[in-house]
């Protein structure tokens, strides 16, 4: 289990209000644990992967975070800059 699903795992089972909105919430805030793990793997500050992302500081923090989400094109840039690739489901 990695430590995403740990995380989850642990807060489903103690934590009633957020199971109730697991669903709903859940994929912003892995796009902002994705987002913050792949930034530290890479040796990156937030005030680097901002600039790389042409948006502030403060706003990578606030998706780091789950207070707010990233648009499409901030994930598309991410996920250029890491070498990855952005997937998205619509069910």
């Given amino acids: 289990m990695n430590d995403l699903a740990a995380y989850i795992a642990g807060r489903l089972e103690r934590d009633g209000?957020?199971?109730?909105?697991?669903?709903e919430g859940y994929e912003e805030f892995k796009a902002g644990f994705v987002l913050k793990?792949?930034?530290l793997q890479n040796?990156?500050?937030q005030e680097e992967l901002a600039k790389k992302l042409?948006?502030?500081?403060?706003?990578?923090?606030?998706m780091e975070n789950g207070a707010?989400?990233?648009?499409?094109?901030?994930?598309?840039?991410a996920a250029g800059l890491f070498g990855r690739k952005l997937s998205i489901t619509i069910e």
């Fill in 68 to 77: 707010a989400g990233a648009t499409l094109d901030t994930l598309m840039r």
């Fill in 17 to 23: 209000e957020f199971s109730a909105g697991y669903h």
């Fill in 54 to 62: 042409r948006i502030n500081t403060g706003a990578v923090s606030r």
């Fill in 43 to 45: 040796g990156m500050t």
């Fill in 37 to 39: 793990a792949l930034r």
